[in-house]
Every structure is written in structure tokens, then in C-alpha cells.
Nanobody, 121 residues
Framework: QVQLVESGGGLVQPGGSLRLSCAAS????????MTWYRQADGKQRELVGE???????NYADSVKDRFAISRDNAKNTTYLQMNNLQPEDTAVYYC???????????????WGQGTRVTVSS
């Protein structure tokens, strides 16, 4: 079955860096967009950035100068490099992807379970 798994979260001090990974596995025919979201406690989920198959990347204004998204299509994985982390970046970070699975009639959106990032002194 198709599955997305995030990893790489943790506790960092302000100004620190983390790299999150999101790996897709299963009977995958094609992955279209891979997108990062985040949700702080008590807040709504917000978009962080998106990476398309052809390498185009879009970022939210709040992170575009500090975060970078990349994809390794051979590994069906997307990465979120986060630099100069600030307390307001504290959230659970989620990955989703539009995937055409070999067992499906049409593409659908899949979500990972999330990985927690805490930025604190």
C-alpha cells in the first residue's frame, strides 16, 4: 500500500537547522506534487511549500528565505531543509503527495503522520 513517512523532527535552539524527510513507498506508478504543511498547537494547518515532479518549488512567504525543498525521485523522497529556525516555526510538519498508485483507478492525495519540530532555548 502507498504510504508517506516523515522523519527528522526534534528539539533545536533558535538559529539552528533541521532537515526533514518524507519518503513515499508502495505500488507507485507516478508521484506528482509533494507538499509540506505544518500545524502549530491550537492553530490551523498551513502550507509550507510544494515541489513538483519537474523541479518547480513554491514557498510560503514566511519561510521562503530560510527553508528549501528538494526531491530525490529515485528514492520517492522529498526533503525540507530548515535553517535559522525560530520559535514561531514550532509545529508538527506534515507531508502530502498526489500519487497515482498501480492499484488505483486515478491519482489521489496521501498524507504522512507528521513529525514534530520544537524550537526553544
Amino acid at each position: 500500500q502507498v504510504q508517506l513517512v516523515e522523519s527528522g523532527g526534534g528539539l533545536v535552539q533558535p538559529g539552528g537547522s533541521l532537515r526533514l524527510s518524507c519518503a513515499a513507498s508502495g505500488n507507485i506508478d507516478h508521484i506528482y506534487s509533494m507538499t509540506w504543511y505544518r500545524q502549530a498547537d491550537g492553530k490551523q494547518r498551513e502550507l509550507v511549500g510544494e515541489a513538483t515532479t519537474d523541479g518547480r518549488v513554491n514557498y510560503a512567504d514566511s519561510v521562503k528565505d530560510r527553508f528549501a525543498i528538494s526531491r530525490d525521485n529515485a528514492k520517492n523522497t522529498t526533503y525540507l531543509q530548515m535553517n535559522n529556525l525560530q520559535p514561531e516555526d514550532t509545529a508538527v510538519y506534515y507531508c502530502n503527495a498526489d500519487i497515482f498508485a498501480s492499484t488505483s483507478w486515478a491519482p489521489r492525495t496521501y498524507w504522512g503522520q507528521g513529525t514534530r519540530v520544537t524550537v526553544s532555548s
